[in-house]
C-alpha cells in the first residue's frame, strides 16, 4: 500500500501544481521550484550526532549569510575532502571513512546546504561549491571525493573554482547533466512545459548559466586532473548512462563499473581500488 501512495501521491501534486499554473503561475512555480530544491531528509540534530561525526573536529564556518558544518579528522601531510549528496549528510563517508583513516590521511567533509547541520532550506550546486571553495582555501586538500550531486558539484568547483587545483579527483554515482536532474524530476510529477520553462528561465538568469553547459561533461572536457569514475549498472537513482558522458569526455579519467551497489555504492573491495587510485 506504502508504494501505490509513494507512486500516485507525486503525480497528484504534479496535477495540482499544473493547474494552479492556469491562473497563478507564479505561485505554481514557486510550489514546484520548492519542491525541486528543498530537502526533506538529510538533517541532523546536534545533540543527536552519529558517533563519527563527534569524533571529528567540528567548525561552524559562514558564506554569504550561510552558516556550514565541516568536520576534521587529522592525519598526515595529505587531505581529502569528502562532498556529500542530495538528502544525505558527512554521516554517509563512515564506511570510506576508516579506510581513508587506515591508509593515514587527514579528512575534511562539510555538509551541504540545508543538509546535516548546515543552515537553509535550499540546496543548489553553485552555492554548494561556494562552501566547498571556504574550506579548500583553508585547508587545500589534495584529493576530492563526491557522490552523487556531491560529484556534480565537485565537477562544478573544478570548472569555476580554477584557482585551486586538485591532485585527484573521484567520483562516485554523479550525474553529469543537470537537465537529466531537471527531467526527472519534472517527470516524476508530471509537470507541463510551461513549469519546465519557468525552471529553464529560472536557472539561466540566478546562476547565469544555459542549461546545456551546466554538465560535468562540458566542466570536464579540458582537465588534465587524474580522475576515478565509479558507477553501478543498477543504479535507479543517476543512471549509468551518467557516468558514459564523463567518461567519454574527460580524457585523463578511469572508470569502474559495479553491478548490485546501487546508488550508494558502499563496498569493501571498492572502498580498496578507490585507495589504490589515490596512492597511485
Do not use: C
Not at 150 to 161: E, L, N
Amino acid at each position: 500500500m506504502k508504494k501505490i501512495i509513494a507512486k500516485i501521491l507525486p503525480k497528484a501534486v504534479g496535477s495540482y501544481i499544473n493547474f494552479l499554473s492556469l491562473w497563478a503561475p507564479q505561485k505554481a512555480f514557486d510550489l514546484a521550484y520548492k519542491l525541486f530544491s528543498n530537502p526533506r531528509k538529510g538533517q541532523l540534530q546536534a545533540n543527536e550526532l552519529p558517533q563519527i561525526l563527534q569524533s571529528a573536529q567540528r567548525e561552524t564556518l559562514q558564506k554569504n549569510g550561510h552558516s556550514f558544518e565541516t568536520y576534521h579528522w587529522a592525519g598526515n601531510a595529505t587531505t581529502v575532502l569528502l562532498v556529500h549528496g542530495w538528502e544525505s549528510n558527512t554521516a554517509r563517508w563512515e564506511k570510506l571513512l576508516a579506510h581513508l583513516q587506515k591508509s593515514g590521511y587527514s579528512i575534511l567533509a562539510l555538509d551541504a546546504p540545508a543538509h546535516g547541520l548546515s543552515s537553509g532550506r535550499e540546496f543548489n550546486i553553485p552555492l554548494y561549491a561556494s562552501f566547498v571553495d571556504v574550506l579548500v582555501q583553508k585547508y587545500q586538500p589534495q584529493y576530492i571525493i563526491g557522490h552523487s550531486l556531491g560529484g556534480a558539484t565537485s565537477t562544478f568547483y573544478q570548472y569555476y573554482y580554477p584557482q585551486h587545483r586538485f591532485d585527484k579527483m573521484v567520483l562516485l554515482g554523479a550525474p553529469s547533466d543537470f537537465s537529466i536532474i531537471l527531467d526527472n524530476f519534472i517527470q516524476m510529477l508530471g509537470l507541463n512545459a510551461s513549469i519546465k520553462k519557468q525552471m529553464i528561465e529560472y536557472t539561466r538568469q540566478r546562476f547565469s548559466l544555459e542549461l546545456e553547459f551546466f554538465s560535468g561533461k562540458h566542466f570536464l572536457k579540458n582537465v588534465e586532473l587524474p580522475g576515478l569514475v565509479v558507477h553501478d549498472t543498477d543504479d535507479s537513482v543517476v543512471l549509468y548512462t551518467e557516468a558514459q558522458k564523463l567518461i567519454n569526455s574527460w580524457k585523463n579519467a578511469q572508470l569502474i563499473t559495479t553491478q548490485g551497489l546501487g546508488h550508494s555504492l558502499h563496498d569493501e573491495a571498492l572502498y580498496q581500488k578507490i585507495l589504490l587510485f589515490l596512492e597511485a
